[in-house]
């Protein structure tokens, strides 16, 4: 290390996006937030979509913002959540809005097929999930959609990008969500044939970490800069990026990536691809350097999430550390509900959902906000504890701790219910890990610093704190 760089994190995630600069020097790190905006579903005709055009606005506005603000740029990367494309015609433009990966059609068409669940598993070891790309192309194919209209499908991050360089690519670690992508084979040919869509479809894949395009012209006038900005194709996929940013240079850490999901899993060095892992709902991803995530998804704060929406709408404008304040002093015991359950899975009065299937599953009354929440950060706790037991027996590991990272890690209260759960230390933070670690990947693809550097350097620049479990 010793040399110095500026790159600009873009990190989208379902509810609200961030431009975020980071300056590397030598040993330090420093980062400052430039731009903020709500992210989220737009309903439309029954259906739920991305915004795309205000994504991409939001993304040039946080370009020009940071350069204004903070100086030259040398690079730009863009991370989402995972399995969501969008189309480009032949005419070079996207066609449409993207789909959200919450759009109920896709829950029909995994239906439709759980006698190829097993075998969709197969191709690639990602868990059965409504959301799945796989299930989401077929029911564009069951409404009627012809893919060979377009010239590329994009994943989130590489669809933005194509919209500021004009250059089309695929990268590893998103396109490893999609449940029919490998780091050996990269897309299977064998979904292709059998969903109806052209192979072709497909760009070429860069490696993680390579430069996609500078802005083009009118992107540059647009975010009224006058100099050539590269694109990086760093970690696409936030959870990728969160994983990098992990402060420890163990080679095979096990971690909780905590936001509106939860990925609750470890580093791996090759894909589990069996029948256990399939039974255990485990998943396979890529990292950035072609290791696996191997992991479960887990619903996360989107529960509380929407809890908190439903009680704004009833005149309670609570924010977080409020909502965690009132489940400290909830003595409501033994309260649990399934998190994966259908029933929190979409959009709803969330606080009356969790309420209800309580009473019916356990006959507890629920009285107010904090044992709603207290409710929520219980059962959430019980499928991580879950999750570990099944991940211990899979990997054969014996892990000393958890790395919790991303936004959920700020939550002191959860941290130590995690750590009293599982019997094991929780080491909490960096809070921003999805944006440090696309930070850490346009890095080093600048050439400023080496991977096996990422470890030793996120933890003397970022403050963690630890929670021992308490004998309770």
Request: net charge negative; proline share 3%.
């Amino acid at each position: 290390m010793g040399k110095f760089a500026r790159t600009l994190a873009i990190d989208l995630g379902a509810s609200s996006g961030r431009g975020i600069v980071f300056e590397i020097d030598g040993k330090d790190i420093r980062q400052t937030e430039v731009h903020r905006f709500a992210n989220g579903a737009v309903e439309k005709d029954g259906r739920l979509y991305w915004d795309l055009q205000m994504l991409f606005d939001e993304i040039v506005k946080a370009i020009g913002i940071a350069d204004k603000k903070c100086g030259r740029l040398d690079s730009v990367g863009i991370d989402t959540w995972g399995v969501d494309f969008g189309l480009i015609g032949r005419d070079g433009n996207p066609i449409g809005d993207p789909r959200h990966y919450r759009d109920k059609a896709n829950s029909a068409a995994r239906i439709s097929l759980q006698d190829k669940a097993f075998e969709l598993f197969a191709l690639a070891g990602v868990s059965d999930n409504d959301f799945n790309t796989s299930y989401q192309v077929v029911a564009r194919i069951q409404e009627g959609e012809d893919f060979a209209n377009a010239r590329h499908l994009l994943f989130m991050p590489q669809l933005l990008a194509y919209m500021l360089t004009g250059v089309a690519v695929s990268e590893p670690t998103i396109s490893s969500t999609s449940g029919f992508y490998t780091k050996d084979e990269g897309f299977s040919e064998q979904f292709c044939n059998w969903a109806g869509i052209p192979l072709e479809i497909f760009p070429d894949s860069v490696d993680t970490g390579a430069i996609i395009g500078n802005l083009s012209d009118k992107v540059k006038l647009a975010a009224e800069i006058d100099y050539d900005l590269p694109v990086i194709a760093t970690a696409g996929h936030d959870t990728a990026c969160a994983v990098l940013g992990i402060p420890t240079s163990e080679e095979y850490p096990m971690f909780l990536s905590s936001g509106t999901w939860s990925l609750f899993g470890a580093i791996e060095e090759r894909a589990q691809i069996s029948p256990e892992a399939f039974e255990g709902r485990y998943t396979n991803e890529l990292a950035f350097d072609g290791k696996v995530r191997f992991l479960r998804n887990i619903m996360g704060m989107w529960i509380i999430q929407e809890c908190r929406r439903q009680w704004k709408g009833q005149g309670m404008d609570l924010d977080y550390a409020q909502i965690v304040g009132l489940a400290r002093q909830s003595q409501v015991k033994g309260a649990y509900i399934d998190v994966d359950d259908r029933a929190f899975s979409f959009p709803c009065d969330m606080a009356d959902a969790v309420a209800d299937y309580v009473w019916k599953n356990q006959g507890i009354k629920l009285r107010g906000v904090g044992d709603v929440a207290k409710c929520v950060y219980d059962s959430l706790v019980k499928a991580y504890a879950q999750a570990y037991d099944g991940l211990k027996k899979l990997t054969g590991r014996q892990y000393g701790k958890i790395y919790v990272i991303g936004g959920g890690s700020d939550n002191d209260y959860l941290n130590q219910l995690i750590a009293d759960g599982l019997g094991i230390t929780v080491s909490a933070g960096p809070t921003e890990a999805s944006a440090l670690g696309n930070a850490l990947g346009q890095f080093v693809g600048l050439g400023v610093l080496n991977k096996s550097e990422i470890g030793a350097l996120v933890a003397n620049n970022y403050k963690v704190r630890i929670f021992s479990p308490r004998r309770i």
